[in-house]
């Protein structure tokens, strides 16, 4: 087992001291940087690998999700239980990657993303900000960046909706 336990931080963002969720960083007991690919590939290659130094940046239903050699971090977290269910996924996935890297290829490619112009070309590009946007590209940058989803468009034709929700889920990861 790679990691056996971590502790927890929970921390406001000092540039938006206002900001509703919180951050989040688990101090590991151990260093995953040689589980990173394996854990990479174990996931479906989604993540954003860095070789130097050994980072993978995950998007997880909205959020960033960096893990580093020995911490990983979280954005945009609702409270301290949906940081235990993200840390105990992450565990287990570590875990088992690292115990089945004999039999898992290691994946050292940076996956693909969303293109803000595939997503817009699927808005109504009304501009009519009832998303919280100003505009329609803000939207599109915002699902780019795993923050804003097909629900979050009212105006959104079903059809256009679905397409969407397709596109997006190709680069998303679920817990």
């Known amino acids: 087992m790679l990691i056996k336990s971590f502790s927890t931080e929970f ?7 206002g900001f509703v969720s919180v951050h989040c ?8 940087s040689e589980a990173l690919p394996y ?12 070789r130097s130094p050994p980072t993978l ?14 911490d990983i971090f979280v954005n ?8 235990d269910k993200i840390l105990a996924w992450l565990k287990k996935e570590i875990n088992e990657a690292w115990a ?8 050292y490619e940076k996956a693909p993303e969303p293109r803000m112009i595939d997503i817009l070309k ?3 590009k009304t501009n009519c900000g009832k998303c919280g946007e100003p505009t329609c590209m803000v939207f599109a940058l915002k699902a780019v960046e795993g923050v804003k989803g097909a629900v979050d ?7 256009k909706r679905s397409a969407l929700e397709v596109y997006l889920s190709q680069f998303t990861l679920s817990i």
């Open 39 to 50: 854990v990479n590939s174990a996931l479906g290659g989604g993540g954003d690998y860095v």
């Open 153 to 159: 468009c009212p105006d959104m034709s079903n059809d």
């Open 76 to 83: 945009a977290i609702k409270d301290e239980d949906e940081a």
């Open 122 to 124: 699927l808005l109504p």
């Open 100 to 107: 089945n890297r004999d039999s898992i290829t290691p994946c």
């Open 57 to 70: 940046t995950l998007r997880v239903h909205g959020k960033l999700i960096a893990l580093h050699s020995r």
């Open 11 to 17: 921390f406001r963002p000092k540039c938006n001291p």
């Open 25 to 32: 960083v688990a101090h590991l007991d151990g260093d995953i």
